[in-house]
């Protein structure tokens, strides 16, 4: 059974960090990719950062620079720093596996303060 289970989000205020993780279990973590999706009020859901089985990684515009996608194998676990945190980041972040067409966390809420 695929189970993504994120944590460490909360609230923070602006230009603070938080650093997210996704412990996953059910799958062969490291030969799939892996992402961070987020989804703010009344928004779809978006594509936040990706890291592929080898590593390779991307980002969207808006966090390019600020967050940073990471993978520890050995622990099956998927981070997301992220730093300068913007209120505009406030959204609740899922974890998705690339695996079987995808599979999701439960997410874990973001706010951000002004």
């Known amino acids: 059974q695929v189970q993504l289970v994120e944590s460490g989000g909360g609230l923070v205020q602006a230009g603070g960090s938080l650093r997210l993780s996704c412990a996953a279990s059910?799958?062969?973590?490291?030969?799939?990719?892996m992402a961070w999706y987020r989804q703010a009020p009344g928004k779809q859901r978006e594509l936040v950062a990706r890291?592929?089985?080898?590593?390779?990684?991307n980002y969207a515009d808006s966090v390019k620079g600020r967050f940073t996608i990471s993978r520890d194998n050995a622990k099956n676990t998927l981070y997301l720093q992220m730093n300068s945190l913007k209120p505009e980041d406030t959204a609740v972040y899922y974890c998705?596996?690339?695996?079987?067409?995808?599979?999701w966390g439960q997410g874990t809420q973001v706010t951000v303060s002004s």
């Open positions: 998705r596996a690339d695996s079987r067409g995808g599979y």
């Open positions: 059910g799958i062969i973590f490291s030969v799939n990719a």
């Open positions: 890291i592929t089985s080898i590593g390779t990684t």
